[in-house]
């Protein structure tokens, strides 16, 4: 019988040949780690992070009669990233040279727009916010560049990676692992292990943190792995946003991660 898998995935701005967690910071979500997510949409908004121009960038946000006249706006945010882009200082450019660019630009402003790269959108207006004209619509210019950096896919068996991973968002009713915890100092408030875990068990890991996380998460670390324990499971998309709701991971084991690579893609 075939072992089920695991499908996840990882986006990068750079094309990462090895993940070295080393390389990470203690300061992350959870931790040091390398971070995965079930999918692809979230994996997809991390493979600008470090760059210097982003997958989808905003070239104009404001009210205007018209879709024609919001491109016309932008076109003017499209320069300036491009200008960015070529290391070009638009201040220092003569009349006849700045023509030049921006006729180069316009060329591949509108031809942007005719594959549908560049977009404007009517959007909600941001609150209290009115145009002076009545006729004028709230939109948005978005340059959807989807050509920088990488997605890495991951296939793990799913039976073992499941079976090693320790939620920290969901209820812990073992009191085995409330007891390890106060044995290495996670219960210093608390006068005695029964009091420490009776107080916590079917709660989260997550909420016994404490506010300087950085540090609770890598003592939380070094406590588990000895124990078999390659990583954490949290509910992607509820801390900070972004994509919606995922499954999303920190693994502390490299060379686990590595070797179950299995395709890069943009």
């Known amino acids: 019988m075939d072992q089920e898998k695991l499908v996840l995935y990882r986006g990068d701005y750079e094309k990462i040949k090895a993940y070295d967690i080393k390389k990470t910071h203690k300061w992350c979500l959870v931790g040091p780690g390398v971070y995965l997510t079930t999918s ?8 600008d992070k470090g760059a210097h121009v982003f997958n989808k960038e905003h070239l104009f946000s404001g009210f205007a009669l018209n879709r024609i006249v919001a491109y016309e706006k932008g076109f003017s945010g499209y320069c300036k990233s491009r200008f960015y882009e070529e290391k070009v200082y638009e201040h220092k450019l003569k009349p006849k040279e700045k023509e030049k ?30 145009p002076v004209d009545p006729k004028c619509r709230y939109l948005e210019v978005i340059y959807h ?28 009713g073992d009191p085995e692992i409330w007891k390890l915890l106060y044995e290495k100092g996670f219960g210093s408030s608390y006068g005695d292990i029964s009091s420490y875990v009776k107080a916590h068990l079917n709660t989260k890991i997550s ?18 792995k000895p124990y078999g324990i390659i990583g954490f499971e949290y509910n992607g998309g509820t801390r900070i946003g972004g994509c919606g709701r995922h499954r999303a991971f920190s693994i502390w084991d490299d060379d686990y991660v590595n070797k179950h690579r299995v395709d890069r893609f943009r």
């Open 101 to 130: 660019y921006h006729l180069k630009y316009r060329l591949e402003y509108e031809k942007l727009i005719e594959e549908g790269n560049i977009v404007a959108s009517y959007e909600p207006a941001p609150y209290n916010s009115k």
């Open 145 to 172: 560049r989807n050509n920088i950096g990488y997605i890495t896919k991951f296939e793990f068996d799913k039976r073992f990676f499941e079976s090693n991973i320790l939620h920290v968002d969901r209820s812990i």
């Open 207 to 224: 909420m016994c943190i404490g506010q300087d996380s950085s540090k609770r998460w890598v003592q939380l670390i070094k406590t588990l």
């Open 40 to 47: 692809t949409r979230v994996a997809e908004s991390y493979r």
